[in-house]
């Protein structure tokens, strides 16, 4: 099996492959990024094409398919590059198996409370489309259309099998559905690079000083598909961007705790190294030496040095790895590795990927 944390931008967007009992590869992809992790504006307007389109086009090149798709929840950094491919590539259905997602109608069954319109999703479809879909539909329409959408909800709890990959899911438990389909507002896509870098100029050592858990609060991040991947022997534990208080809850569930901790190859850290969607109490359920971090760093100022520091304090031995390696000069400095001198920090796709 081979694990790829796609550079998509201030996104995820992660691409699974393994080989089946016949030897036949297949592909599981995990988000797509934003929509400029597909393509984008260049200069003169030339379009510059992203990882998540150089996954597309070499699945599509091998005549593979995306064997199955997670989309862990709706935030334009999660699911726009799928969009966007959907919008400019007619047949995009067809290089789909099926579709892992919790959409605003399935929530609304599942909770049998009624439909939120916020929660739908247009697809401006182009009148050259020969789908069996028509114009201004929803992506939930699309997937459901093209017999793609799994239609039963993934909740906190949930076992599923996919080929010989088994998931346990840790997120969203029914609160969280609840609050996205009650509470949640569109959002205009924020693609400014201002992001705040405020404790960057501090050692690790003095963010730990000041540590102060405050949870993440957002609806869209608390229903959010988290799970704990099973290949063979080896677990890998993904995030999203979930809750910690959910991901806690459920971890004590299936029987870890700190003296019996879930062992894992390595965690995908929640909403891209966010200080507020990974508390200490969580780090103590988790045996890691390897912490995935997933942005370039340009918005919202994530990773926050301060999660890090948590990370570092709970395991010195610790290895921080960056899908942009060049943050890695940015956030740590001669001090941090003084104080610190047991933790390194890597590229992401150095970690091996080994199965019994």
Request: proline fraction near 5%; aromatic fraction near 10%; include cysteine.
């Amino acid at each position: 099996m081979k694990i790829n944390i796609l550079q998509a931008f201030n996104g995820d967007a992660i691409h699974i492959n393994y080989k089946d009992e016949t030897g036949a590869s297949k592909n599981v992809v995990i988000d797509s990024g934003p929509s400029p992790a597909f393509s984008k504006k260049g200069p003169k307007g030339k379009a510059v094409y992203g990882d998540f389109f150089a996954l597309v086009t070499e699945i599509k090149r091998k005549e593979e398919i995306i064997d199955l798709l997670i989309v862990t929840h709706i935030d334009d950094d999660h699911i726009d590059g799928l969009l966007k491919w959907i919008k400019t590539d007619p047949e995009a259905y067809k290089l789909i198996g099926q579709v892992w997602f919790n959409s605003g109608k399935l929530i609304a069954a599942h909770l049998n409370k009624p439909e939120n319109p916020e929660l739908e999703i247009a697809l401006a479809l182009d009148e050259n489309f020969e789908t069996s879909v028509k114009q201004g539909i929803t992506f939930e329409s699309y997937i459901t259309n093209n017999g793609l959408l799994l239609t039963e909800i993934i909740h906190a709890g949930k076992e599923l099998n996919f080929g010989p990959l088994h998931f346990e899911f840790l997120s969203p438990d029914r609160q969280k559905l609840s609050d996205l389909l009650v509470l949640w507002k569109k959002e205009a896509p924020d693609y400014d690079t201002s992001g705040r870098r405020g404790d960057y100029t501090k050692t690790l050592k003095e963010l730990l000083e000041t540590d102060r858990f405050v949870s993440d609060n957002r609806c869209a991040n608390g229903s959010s598909i988290a799970f704990i991947l099973s290949y063979k022997t080896r677990k890998y534990l993904f995030l999203g961007d979930s809750h910690p208080g959910v991901i806690c809850e459920q971890i004590k569930k299936l029987n870890y705790s700190e003296s019996n901790p879930l062992s894992v190859e390595f965690v995908k850290i929640s909403h891209h190294g966010s200080a507020a969607n990974t508390c200490p109490g969580l780090l103590k359920f988790i045996a890691s030496d390897h912490y995935i971090l997933s942005t370039d760093g340009l918005q919202h100022g994530h990773p926050d040095k301060s999660l890090i520091a948590r990370i570092i304090a709970h395991n010195p031995k610790s290895t921080i790895r960056f899908n942009y390696p060049e943050l890695i000069d940015y956030i740590f400095s001669e001090q941090d590795y003084q104080d610190f001198p047991d933790f390194s920090a890597e590229g992401v796709n150095d970690i091996p990927i080994t199965n019994d």
